[in-house]
């Protein structure tokens, strides 16, 4: 999912992010705004995903590349590592919102909670 476009529609801003679509308020903060997923660590991503909250585990390793399997079904993962080491904020949601499934909302709250 990203954020596409908005379009001022009367009183409220419609954001169109991925097939859907939000309406708020305007003035009102957009609480998944991507910009407020910080950069982390690969091995920092990979804890996150191998922890008891999403429940992956490392199914197979070919050279600096992962792919992880979760026993809770959540969706197939493909990490690498060749940035030296770390993740940005955009890197960051698209693993955890297009890879595993889950929405932007929970996975702020999976990453700031860490």
């Given at each position: 999912m990203r954020l596409v476009r908005r379009a001022i529609v009367f009183d409220e801003v419609?954001?169109?992010?991925?097939?859907?679509?939000?309406?708020?308020d305007v003035g009102t903060p957009i609480p998944f705004a991507v910009g407020e997923f910080p950069s982390?660590?690969?091995?920092?991503?990979?804890?996150?995903?191998?922890?008891?909250?999403?429940?992956?585990?490392?199914?197979?390793?070919?050279g600096s590349?992962?792919?992880l399997y979760s026993a809770k079904g959540y969706g197939r993962v493909l990490l690498s590592d060749h940035d030296g080491g770390e993740m940005g904020?955009?890197?960051?949601?698209?693993?955890?919102?297009?890879?595993?499934?889950?929405?932007?909302?929970?996975?702020?709250?999976?990453v700031k909670g860490r």
């Open positions: 419609v954001l169109l992010v991925g097939e859907r679509s939000f309406a708020v982390m660590k690969v091995r920092a991503m990979l804890r996150l995903l191998t922890g008891d909250r999403l429940g992956y585990s490392i199914a197979r390793q070919k590349h992962w792919i904020g955009n890197r960051v949601r698209k693993v955890l919102c297009d890879q595993v499934g889950l929405e932007l909302e929970e996975a702020l709250e999976l």
